[in-house]
């Protein structure tokens, strides 16, 4: 999960068709959170899952539905994918990990990623959390949408 030239930096490479699909379900579920799995090898995500969000507060939290989770946890494994990233949306706040946020991250070398609805364009920003860390202050994460076809990478 490196990439150059920042070989200390994790990187989640994310196709911008897959990018638009986890827009798209971000839009749809407003004002809730949305929430959902990145699915792929080496930093480069091939697909999204989105999950039901059952938190009992959805419009300020995310509890992603564990009969689905455990689902798509079993297809990964089967296709031989690695569970790159969790996201979830801020419909009206920053791309930034919450308190709560934090306190769910419980997903070693998986990053979160948020997706921010709050400005005219979503926004998303990625983090990793160093693992079994105490203080547990989130590293950033390089995101970039790259071209289905021309594998061009830009960045957000
Ligand atoms: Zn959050």
């Known amino acids: 999960m ?11 490479r994310i196709p911008r068709s897959v990018w638009d699909r986890v827009n798209e379900h971000c839009r749809q579920e407003k004002p809730r959170e949305a929430c959902g799995l990145l699915a792929g090898r080496g930093g ?15 419009e300020r939290a995310y509890l992603a539905d564990p009969e689905y989770l ?3 946890l079993r297809d990964l494994e ?15 706040g920053p791309p930034a990990l919450s308190a709560r946020d934090l306190e769910q991250a419980f997903w070693p070398g998986v990053v979160q990623l948020v997706v921010s609805l709050a400005g005219p364009e979503p926004e998303a920003r990625g983090y990793l959390l160093p693992d079994g ?12 949408v790259m071209n289905d076809t021309a594998r061009q ?3 957000m």
């Open 133 to 144: 860390a105490v203080a547990r202050e989130p590293d950033p994460v390089d995101v970039s």
């Open 44 to 58: 480069v995500v091939s697909r999204a899952i989105p999950l039901p969000n059952v938190s009992p507060s959805p």
């Open 153 to 155: 990478t830009s960045e």
């Open 78 to 92: 089967e296709l031989g994918e690695e569970m790159l990233a969790i996201y979830h949306s801020h419909p009206g």
């Open 70 to 72: 455990y689902r798509a």
């Open 2 to 12: 490196l990439c150059d030239p920042e070989p200390q930096r994790a990187c989640l």
